[in-house]
C-alpha cells in the first residue's frame, strides 16, 4: 500500500528527506529509491522496534541503496541516527563500499556508526566533504583500522571538508595529521579526541604547522589553559591557516574565549 502511494510522487523527486520511520516503512520505500531520479539523501531517526524483522528490513535496505548509489548520480547522502540491528557482514561492508567510492558523491555525512569491523583499507574516499560524527573506529585503543582509514584520507585528491571525532586514541590523531599533511584537505573538524596536555601539543605542533589547512576546529577537546602557547604556535607557523576555533573548552584568555582568525 505504501509503495504504491508513494511510488508516483518519489519518482519525480531529487532530493529526499526521511524522518523517524519503522524498518519495514524503510524497506517498500527504498525500494522505490533504488530506481528513482533521487540524488541526495537524509535518513534521521531511523528505528526497528523487532529485531528479527528489522535484521531482515535491514538487508534488504542495505541491497536497495546499494542499487541506488550504484546506478543513479547521487551527489548526497546523510544519516543521523540510523539504529540498525547489526546485518549480515557481507550486506553491510558490500553498501559502505558502494557508499564510499560512489564516483558522483559531493558530501557524505554520517552520525553514529560502529566501523570497527569495517576495513579501510581498499577504500578511496572520492567525495569533497565527508563527516563522521560520533562513529567509533577502534575498539581497545587499537590503531589498525583507525590507521587504515587515516590512510584512505591521505590518498584521496577530491576530499576538502573533512570532519571526525571520538578519535581517543594518541597515535590514531598523529595517524590522521600526518595523512591531513599529504592530503588535499583544506577544513578540518576534529572534535572530542581528548587533546589535552602540553606534551600532546609540543608533539601535534609540527603535523598541525605542515598542513595546509585554511580553517581548523578543534573544541570540546579537554585542552587546558597551558596549552595556549602551543597552540598559537601553530597559528603563527602555519601560512595557510586562517582560522582555529577552540571552543567548548572554557579557555578564557583576557577574558576571551580562545578562538582566531587572520585579518
Same mark, same amino acid.
Given at each position: 500500500?505504501?509503495?504504491?502511494?508513494?511510488?508516483?510522487?518519489?519518482?519525480?523527486?531529487?532530493?529526499?528527506?526521511?524522518?523517524?520511520?519503522? +524498518?519495514?516503512?524503510?524497506?517498500?520505500?527504498?525500494?522505490?529509491?533504488?530506481?528513482?531520479?533521487?540524488?541526495?539523501?537524509?535518513?534521521? /531517526? /531511523?528505528?526497528?522496534?523487532?529485531?528479527?524483522?528489522?535484521?531482515?528490513?535491514?538487508?534488504?535496505?542495505?541491497?536497495?541503496?546499494?542499487?541506488?548509489?550504484?546506478?543513479?548520480?547521487?551527489?548526497?547522502?546523510?544519516?543521523?541516527?540510523?539504529?540498525?540491528?547489526?546485518?549480515?557482514?557481507?550486506?553491510?561492508?558490500?553498501?559502505?563500499? +558502494?557508499?564510499?567510492? /560512489?564516483?558522483?558523491?559531493?558530501?557524505?555525512?554520517?552520525?553514529?556508526?560502529?566501523?570497527?569491523?569495517?576495513?579501510?583499507?581498499?577504500?578511496?574516499?572520492?567525495?569533497?566533504?565527508?563527516?563522521?560524527?560520533?562513529?567509533?573506529?577502534?575498539?581497545?585503543?587499537?590503531?589498525?583500522?583507525?590507521?587504515?582509514? /587515516? +590512510?584512505?584520507?591521505?590518498?584521496?585528491?577530491?576530499?576538502?571538508?573533512?570532519?571526525?571525532?571520538?578519535?581517543?586514541?594518541?597515535?590514531?590523531?598523529?595517524?590522521?595529521?600526518?595523512?591531513?599533511?599529504?592530503?588535499?584537505?583544506?577544513?578540518?573538524?576534529?572534535?572530542?579526541?581528548?587533546?589535552?596536555?602540553?606534551?600532546?601539543?609540543?608533539?601535534? +605542533?609540527?603535523?598541525?604547522?605542515?598542513?595546509?589547512?585554511?580553517?581548523?576546529?578543534?573544541?570540546?577537546?579537554?585542552?587546558?589553559?597551558?596549552?595556549?602557547?602551543?597552540?598559537?604556535?601553530?597559528?603563527?607557523?602555519?601560512?595557510?591557516?586562517?582560522?582555529?576555533?577552540?571552543?567548548?573548552?572554557?579557555?578564557?584568555?583576557?577574558?576571551?574565549?580562545?578562538?582566531?582568525?587572520?585579518?
Amino acid at each position: 500500500m505504501l509503495s504504491n502511494l508513494l511510488r508516483p510522487i518519489l519518482l519525480t523527486l531529487v532530493e529526499l528527506h526521511v524522518d523517524t520511520i519503522e +524498518a519495514w516503512m524503510l524497506e517498500s520505500l527504498s525500494a522505490i529509491i533504488a530506481t528513482s531520479r533521487i540524488q541526495g539523501l537524509t535518513l534521521v /531517526c /531511523c528505528t526497528f522496534d523487532d529485531l528479527n524483522m528489522g535484521t531482515v528490513a535491514t538487508v534488504a535496505t542495505l541491497r536497495h541503496l546499494r542499487q541506488w548509489l550504484n546506478q543513479t548520480p547521487v551527489r548526497a547522502f546523510q544519516v543521523f541516527g540510523w539504529i540498525w540491528p547489526e546485518p549480515d557482514q557481507t550486506d553491510r561492508d558490500s553498501f559502505l563500499v +558502494a557508499l564510499f567510492h /560512489c564516483p558522483t558523491m559531493e558530501s557524505l555525512k554520517w552520525h553514529f556508526m560502529d566501523f570497527t569491523t569495517f576495513g579501510f583499507d581498499n577504500i578511496v574516499l572520492g567525495m569533497p566533504v565527508l563527516e563522521l560524527s560520533k562513529c567509533i573506529f577502534d575498539g581497545n585503543d587499537e590503531i589498525g583500522n583507525v590507521a587504515a582509514f /587515516c +590512510a584512505s584520507v591521505g590518498k584521496s585528491t577530491q576530499l576538502v571538508r573533512l570532519t571526525v571525532n571520538a578519535f581517543g586514541i594518541y597515535d590514531g590523531i598523529v595517524a590522521l595529521l600526518e595523512n591531513v599533511v599529504t592530503s588535499n584537505v583544506r577544513h578540518l573538524v576534529l572534535t572530542y579526541s581528548e587533546l589535552g596536555g602540553k606534551s600532546w601539543w609540543r608533539t601535534l +605542533a609540527p603535523l598541525l604547522t605542515a598542513c595546509r589547512l585554511e580553517t581548523l576546529d578543534l573544541s570540546f577537546n579537554d585542552v587546558v589553559h597551558d596549552d595556549v602557547d602551543a597552540r598559537a604556535a601553530v597559528f603563527e607557523n602555519n601560512p595557510t591557516l586562517e582560522a582555529i576555533e577552540f571552543g567548548g573548552d572554557a579557555i578564557i584568555v583576557n577574558g576571551h574565549s580562545v578562538g582566531c582568525s587572520r585579518r
